[in-house]
């Protein structure tokens, strides 16, 4: 709606020879709809006073009797600004016009690569892994729902040191193939990490059999190779349980096939030189305000690193799609990471798709330190999602009847929510007691608003007919509230942050429940009835796709 009103503003200033302003939405909601703030800046450009130019513009719009059905009132407002408060008839015009696939959505079609999860081998998945999931798969929904070509892949950690510790473990106790199971890799990893930060002698074995793995040494490549199949099981069924799924399960090692190709043309190019015995590409430019060290490339022992497996992965994905765009996302403390990776590869050309580093904050638990468990350890997701699922049947009495599915349903819902609803970039408390509840900014309160209305239309039927009229302030926000997802969306969308949907969801649930306190949907004239149905209807469906690109789902129940 915004951009109609901008435009026929717009075509009203251009007739009269003043050049294009930007509205935008009133930050005083109370006051009107939209503003337009460039009053100012136009009124220098002509040396004129922003009084007498906005009372000319507000004079204007209101001249026009073909354009006087898009206005309800235009003001100039000092010392500054032009307020716009929209009429009725645009409000339901650009509802009706909502009612569509895509509600109004411009698409687009760009190819992306998208790298997230990115778990490791071995090793239990983590809070940290949680986040990565969790906005990865979000993040990708949003470009698909945009209608891009989406490639996601998960990128596993399936050839550093950690695989070195457990094939030393494996064979210091003499594991046979078979009984390399889950239960084992979950207490071998942990006891060799402990092991290794005591003992150099065994730290630098484990090092020796992950260097030889890496240069192809065939048995303890197949044992990488059970390794994996065990732990990628484990990884599979946490990611199926939390609805996220990838194309493409590729990983560190796939990498390690294009490092020789990589080093010959980083060599070709000069970009590789020696530096105290390891080998590495200078990623600083001029500009830089704080010091960005060398990218490693190899390691004075021959090993590569994970910047290299990094940089092979660019050029494997930019053969193999040609992306206008590869995105990761991980946790904040690899931002330099990529930048090194990032300018290397654009230094070396093995790419001209655009890099985006996603990066995400903390999670923290309600002592404000990194999130852990009742046990008292660094929690596995299992653990967490269990945690969650016990914290919501706590909250009440017959929570303790719902079904499985139900709960896990919103047992996701209850996590997904929390993390989606802040800004990926900052750390956030998880408090089950508070994100569990079905008041507040929370999953449940949500779930809950979409299954009070999903009922009411089932009681009292749908309607397909939406006219003019609107009928009282709630009702007038509530219609306002719907049409901000364009908006919404886009912010979403462009700055990669799921936190302006979820923020979206919050304000429509807060408008529908306040609309539906003060007027009696029921009980209301046909024709009145027809067109909130309408409204409930349309929320609904909103309410529901705007879920799935948080990937909640909704209970049958609550
Ligand atoms: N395995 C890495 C970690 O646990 C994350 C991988 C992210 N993706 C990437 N292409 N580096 O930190």
Not at 481 to 501: C, G, H, M, Q, V
């Amino acid at each position: 709606m915004v951009e109609v009103i901008e435009n026929i503003f717009n075509e009203i200033l251009e007739r009269n020879g003043i050049t294009k302003l930007r509205l935008v939405k009133s930050n005083r909601p109370d006051l009107c709809d939209l503003q337009c703030n460039e009053v100012f800046k136009l009124a220098k450009s002509l040396n004129m006073a922003p009084m007498d130019i906005g009372n000319k513009i507000v004079k204007l719009v209101n001249e026009y009797p073909e354009f006087s059905k898009y206005f309800n009132k235009v003001e100039f407002a000092m010392p500054g600004f032009i307020n716009i408060t929209v009429s009725d008839y645009i409000i339901n015009e650009s509802l009706r016009n909502m009612d569509k696939p895509l509600f109004n959505i411009t698409p687009s079609n760009q190819t992306y690569v998208i790298d997230y999860g990115g778990p490791n081998i071995a090793k239990p998945l983590h809070v940290g892994h949680l986040r990565s999931a969790i906005i990865g798969e979000s993040i990708k929904r949003i470009l698909k729902y945009k209608g891009n070509n989406v490639i996601s892949d998960v990128h596993l950690g399936d050839y550093g040191l950690q695989i070195g510790e457990v094939i030393y473990a494996i064979k210091r106790d003499g594991i046979k193939n078979e009984d390399i199971t889950l239960e084992y890799l979950n207490k071998a990893y942990p006891e060799m990490s402990a092991l290794c930060k005591v003992d150099e002698d065994i730290k630098r074995e484990c090092e020796q059999i992950t260097k030889d793995m890496q240069e192809g040494n065939i048995e303890y490549n197949e044992l990488c190779d059970i390794i994996s199949k065990v732990s990628i099981s484990d990884i599979k069924r946490i990611y199926d349980s939390l609805d996220v799924s990838f194309d493409l399960w590729d990983s560190e090692r796939t990498a390690y096939k294009y490092i020789p190709e990589l080093e010959d043309l980083l060599n070709k190019k000069g970009i590789l030189y020696k530096s105290e015995g390891a080998m590495v590409i200078d990623v600083k430019e001029d500009s830089d305000t704080k010091e960005i060290p060398p990218m490693i490339f190899q390691k004075s022992n021959g090993a590569y690193l994970y910047g290299t497996t990094d940089m092979a992965t660019i050029y494997d994905r930019e053969n193999r799609f040609k992306p206008d765009d590869i995105l990761y996302v991980t946790d904040d403390r690899q931002a330099m990471h990529f930048k090194q990776v990032f300018r290397a590869s654009l230094k070396a050309e093995i790419t001209d798709s655009k890099l985006e580093h996603l990066p995400y904050g903390t999670v923290n638990g309600v002592d404000g330190k990194p999130y852990k468990t009742r046990k008292g350890d660094a929690p596995s997701l299992s653990d967490m999602l269990e945690e969650t699922k016990d914290g919501f049947i706590a909250k009440k009495e017959e929570n303790k009847n719902m079904s499985d599915e139900d709960l896990n349903i919103i047992t996701n819902a209850i996590i997904k929510f929390a993390d989606l609803s802040n800004d990926r970039e900052k750390d956030y408390i998880f408090d089950i007691d508070k994100f569990s509840s079905v008041v507040g900014k929370t999953g449940p309160y949500i779930l809950y608003t979409y299954l009070r209305f999903n009922k009411i239309l089932k009681e009292e039927g749908k309607s397909t007919i939406l006219s003019d009229t609107i009928y009282n302030k709630t009702d007038r926000d509530l219609r306002m509230s719907i049409l901000d997802l364009n908006n919404s969306f886009e912010s979403a969308y462009t700055l990669r942050k799921p936190n302006y949907i979820a923020e979206y969801l919050y304000n429509l649930c807060t408008a529908l429940n306040n609309f539906y306190q003060v007027n009696h949907v029921k009980g209301s004239d046909d024709n009145v009835k027809n067109d909130w149905l309408y409204i409930i209807e349309l929320s609904t469906k909103i309410i529901k796709e705007m879920l799935s690109l948080l990937a909640i789902d909704v209970p049958s129940k609550m």
